[in-house]
Every structure is written in structure tokens, then in C-alpha cells.
């Protein structure tokens, strides 16, 4: 079985912060490829990712990053797919510099179903993106 929801951070200092989403996946039985991939440190490699992702069977990305959290927006800009921001709390802004980078990055006229889901708890996240949607292709409205 392929996985079905891509869980990119920013830096493996974010992993800790993200294990209990993970944890969730599992427990509901859903494949998870987890990566480490920066916007600033390695954008091509984000970008090429972002890209394939649709292809290798991916039908949601999850993006965590701190700092600038500038890693969902580019992954954004490079796939169709729903990309849900987690914004990082690092310690010197307790996470408000990602809190309003999220909030900003939604007025970008990126041409995709997108979320930045930067008030809710991580595991509520996790649990939206298990809820079924009756806007799927094929199921009555």
C-alpha cells in the first residue's frame, strides 16, 4: 500500500513536535511518508517532491516548519494537492512569526485547494484530514 499523506518538516529538530500525528496515522491505518526537506536549505529538492507527489499516490501533504514556515506555501506553489500548514513554535517567538506567516501566506494567489490550519491543536489536524468528505468525485452532495 502506497501512503496516502506525505508528512514533510522543515529541520529534524521538528520530528518530537510531530510524533503524536503520527502516532494517529498509524493508529488509523494510514500510510505516512515522512521527510525532511527546507525551503531555504534545499528548495529544488521541496519543489521536485512537491511535483511527483500526486503520481506516487499522495493525497494530502502535510508541511511543518518553523521560523518563516515558508515550506507549505512553496510546496503549494508546486502541486495541486491540499497542503496543510503546522506552524513550529521556535522559542525566541513561542511560534507567532509562523502564526502570521500561515495567516499571510493565504491571501497568495496560488490556484489550489489549500489550508493552513494554524489555531488548531496537531492532533485535531490530523483527525480533519481523516474525516470523510462527501465532496468527493463520485458521491452524492
Do not use: W
Request: net charge positive.
Amino acid at each position: 500500500m502506497q501512503p496516502q499523506v506525505a508528512l514533510i518538516m522543515g529541520s529534524y529538530s521538528d520530528f518530537n513536535k510531530l510524533e503524536r500525528a503520527i502516532e494517529i496515522f498509524r493508529e488509523f491505518g494510514i500510510k505516512v511518508d515522512i521527510r525532511v526537506m527546507s525551503a531555504h536549505r534545499t528548495p529544488d529538492v521541496v519543489a521536485e517532491y512537491a511535483k511527483k507527489a500526486e503520481k506516487e499516490g499522495i493525497k494530502v501533504i502535510v508541511a511543518a516548519a518553523g521560523g518563516a514556515a515558508h515550506l507549505p506555501g512553496v510546496i503549494a506553489a508546486y502541486t495541486i494537492l491540499p497542503v496543510i500548514g503546522i506552524p513550529v513554535a521556535i522559542p525566541s517567538l513561542n511560534g507567532l512569526d509562523s502564526l502570521l506567516v500561515g495567516c499571510q501566506t493565504r491571501r497568495m494567489p496560488v490556484p489550489q485547494e489549500r489550508l493552513h490550519l494554524t489555531l488548531l491543536r496537531r492532533e485535531r489536524r490530523v483527525l480533519l484530514l481523516l474525516t470523510p468528505r462527501s465532496d468527493e468525485p463520485g458521491e452524492e452532495q
